[in-house]
């Protein structure tokens, strides 16, 4: 037992920050990400002697998305919807000028707001490549998707991305 929580930590833990990342993306809150990869990493020890793999980083992340789905459809299921939470810990740059962070720090939460409002599945994708440095196989692998479908869920997300980004900057300047 003690080996087997061993092995464990050391393929899992190093991936903790990953499956944060994602927990706090798909959720939207930092204190139910932390719930989520709470239940996630019991789920993976308790499941641990079925991993056959040689890259445990994707199998975690996919018990952080079933967990979060399995979350998600408890909430809807009781009918509680919690409100998005302002985030206190806005991007920021370390430069000297004040109005060169403030101005980043802003672009920053239209990011994150514009990330957030993307549908799961493409916000996943994007999360998982862009923020998370996954290959589209380990993507494929996490989401249960074929690798066709994150590649055209990626370039989605990008696309929608992209365009409410101009199109918010289009409505700014007129």
């Known amino acids: ?5 061993r ?3 050391a393929l899992a833990l190093p991936h903790m920050d990953a499956a944060y990342n994602l927990a706090r993306w798909l959720s939207r809150s930092p204190e ?13 020890f308790r499941a641990f002697e079925q991993f056959r793999g040689e890259n445990i980083r994707p199998w975690l992340l996919t018990i952080v998305r079933n967990c979060w789905r399995n979350r998600s459809a ?13 985030d206190d810990h806005a991007l ?27 549908p799961e599945e493409f916000r996943s994708a994007l999360i998982l ?21 994150v590649m055209s869920r990626l370039t989605r997300a990008r696309t929608l991305l992209k365009n409410q980004w101009s199109a918010e900057d289009a409505h700014v300047v007129r």
């Open 92 to 118: 920021a740059f370390d430069g000297p000028d004040p109005e060169a962070q403030a101005l980043r720090a802003s672009e920053g939460r239209r990011l994150e707001a514009m990330i957030a409002a993307l």
């Open 129 to 149: 490549r862009e923020m998370e440095d996954m290959s589209y196989r380990e993507i494929a692998e996490a989401t249960g998707a074929p690798i066709g479908t």
């Open 32 to 44: 139910d990400a932390d719930d989520i990869v709470q239940d996630a990493m019991l789920r993976a």
């Open 74 to 86: 408890d909430t809807h299921r009781r009918g509680h919807t919690p409100l998005p939470k302002e």
């Open 1 to 5: 037992m003690y080996d087997h929580r």
């Open 7 to 9: 092995r464990f930590e």
